[in-house]
């Protein structure tokens, strides 16, 4: 294995300099330094100053530090002036409402059709591109990029703990221990998890049910959060999915579920109870809240969203990448568990 090569140190510099003036060769201040004669020569070569027509090594570490400069800046996929080829496919993502770690893992499966990388690159990731957007100077193009994130904030902030649901007394509960293995090991589809999407202060309201194996969200359209509205808003929506496909329903501590074994006796879906103040316990639904939140943002009234506009919210989370589903889409994972159950009631 040959040496590495390093450039000259500030003190190699300095040497080279005083030697120089003193009159010696290449070779004699290589031999001084024991470093090789060309690298003598570059360094000279490098630090060589026209106006005084001779080595100055304050000039060469400043030449050195500039041309390294240059090179970090050409070798970056993301630019502040958005020049480089590789901005193309960033917009692309963001104009489909993916989140940067879902673009950037469908760029790495290939799966983007309009990818313009420089060459020899083949995938960017998301810090890349967060840090290229937050490091843009203020202005028009960066407020412009910053509204197509999922979380369109000035600044990149630190997140805080949500509080947990107040307990609220329900009667008859049953605790989400109580829950099948198959639920909690994500082994078979039919196992939802729910909450209400509140909006402004708490007056209107939309149900959110997703399924813990295949992410599949869906939106159920509500005129007030009183309890028997929504056990039947609920079960008019799950009623349409096959049996197998409508299993089990962990929940908050919300008064909205008090009809929680009506819903259970009409439906044959148990209701499992989360633990006070212990969110995680619904941690799916959790995150797909946050999803949801930005098409249905805080403080707005959600009476105003059609059952059309409902449904297309739908489209766009359940046509989304996830990490968690080894990048396919909920609808995608969906119609794999379908064909699966079909397949094994045939044979």
Same mark, same amino acid.
């Given at each position: 294995?040959?040496?590495?090569?390093?450039?000259?140190?500030?003190?190699?510099?300095?040497?080279?300099?005083?030697?120089?003036?003193?009159?010696?060769?290449?070779?004699?201040?290589?031999?001084?330094?024991?470093?090789? $004669?060309?690298?003598?020569? @570059?360094?000279?070569?490098?630090?060589?100053?026209?106006?005084?027509?001779?080595?100055?090594?304050?000039?060469?570490?400043?030449?050195?530090? @500039?041309?390294?400069?240059?090179?970090?800046?050409? $070798?970056?996929?993301?630019?502040?002036?958005?020049?480089?080829?590789? =901005?193309?496919?960033?917009?692309?993502?963001? @104009? *489909?409402?993916?989140?940067?770690?879902?673009?950037?893992?469908?760029?790495?499966?290939?799966?983007? /059709?309009?990818?313009?990388?420089?060459?020899?690159?083949?995938?960017?990731?998301?810090?890349?591109?967060?840090?290229?957007?937050?490091?843009? /100077?203020?202005?028009?193009?960066?407020?412009?990029? %910053?509204?197509?994130?999922?979380?369109?904030?000035?600044?990149?902030?630190?997140?805080?703990?949500? #509080?947990?649901?107040?307990?609220?007394?329900?009667?008859?509960?049953?605790?989400?221990?109580?829950?099948?293995?198959?639920?909690?090991?994500?082994?078979? /589809?039919?196992? =939802?998890?729910?909450?209400?999407?509140?909006?402004?202060?708490?007056?209107?309201?939309?149900?959110?049910?997703?399924?813990?194996?295949?992410?599949?969200?869906?939106? %159920? #359209?509500?005129?007030?959060?009183?309890?028997?509205? %929504?056990?039947?808003?609920?079960?008019?929506?799950?009623?349409?999915?096959?049996?197998?496909?409508?299993?089990?329903?962990?929940?908050?501590?919300?008064?909205?579920?008090?009809?929680?074994?009506?819903?259970?006796?009409?439906?044959?879906?148990?209701?499992?109870?989360? #633990?006070?103040?212990?969110?995680? *316990?619904?941690?799916?639904?959790? &995150?797909? &809240?946050?999803?949801?939140?930005?098409?249905? /943002? #805080?403080?707005?009234?959600?009476?105003?969203?059609?059952?059309?506009?409902?449904?297309?919210?739908?489209?766009?989370?359940?046509?989304?990448?996830? $990490?968690?589903?080894?990048?396919?889409?909920?609808?995608? %994972? &969906?119609?794999?568990?379908?064909?699966?159950?079909?397949?094994?009631?045939?044979?």
């Amino acid at each position: 294995m040959g040496k590495r090569y390093s450039h000259p140190s500030e003190t190699e510099c300095w040497a080279i300099e005083s030697k120089l003036s003193e009159g010696w060769s290449y070779a004699a201040i290589g031999r001084f330094l024991k470093r090789s $004669r060309s690298t003598i020569m @570059r360094g000279r070569r490098r630090g060589h100053w026209s106006g005084f027509n001779r080595y100055l090594a304050e000039f060469g570490r400043r030449y050195h530090l @500039r041309k390294r400069h240059e090179a970090g800046v050409a $070798r970056c996929k993301l630019d502040a002036q958005m020049l480089k080829p590789a =901005w193309i496919t960033v917009l692309f993502g963001l @104009r *489909q409402e993916w989140s940067l770690q879902q673009l950037c893992d469908r760029l790495k499966d290939g799966m983007i /059709p309009l990818t313009h990388l420089p060459a020899g690159v083949r995938s960017l990731s998301h810090e890349t591109i967060y840090r290229a957007i937050y490091g843009m /100077p203020a202005g028009q193009q960066h407020a412009e990029l %910053v509204k197509l994130l999922r979380h369109s904030k000035a600044g990149r902030r630190k997140h805080r703990k949500a #509080k947990g649901k107040r307990f609220t007394g329900l009667q008859n509960m049953q605790s989400i221990d109580q829950r099948p293995d198959t639920a909690n090991l994500h082994l078979e /589809p039919g196992h =939802w998890e729910g909450d209400l999407i509140k909006g402004t202060l708490g007056r209107s309201a939309v149900g959110a049910l997703v399924d813990r194996l295949t992410r599949r969200t869906l939106l %159920v #359209k509500l005129d007030s959060a009183h309890a028997e509205h %929504v056990r039947k808003a609920f079960q008019a929506r799950l009623s349409k999915l096959p049996p197998h496909m409508r299993l089990t329903l962990p929940y908050d501590r919300g008064t909205e579920m008090a009809c929680h074994e009506q819903f259970t006796a009409e439906m044959g879906m148990p209701v499992f109870f989360c #633990k006070a103040y212990s969110p995680w *316990q619904r941690g799916t639904n959790e &995150n797909t &809240n946050g999803l949801i939140r930005q098409y249905l /943002p #805080k403080g707005s009234d959600l009476s105003t969203f059609s059952h059309r506009e409902l449904t297309r919210i739908e489209q766009r989370l359940n046509g989304r990448p996830r $990490r968690v589903l080894g990048r396919k889409t909920p609808d995608e %994972v &969906n119609e794999l568990a379908l064909q699966t159950y079909q397949q094994q009631h045939r044979a």
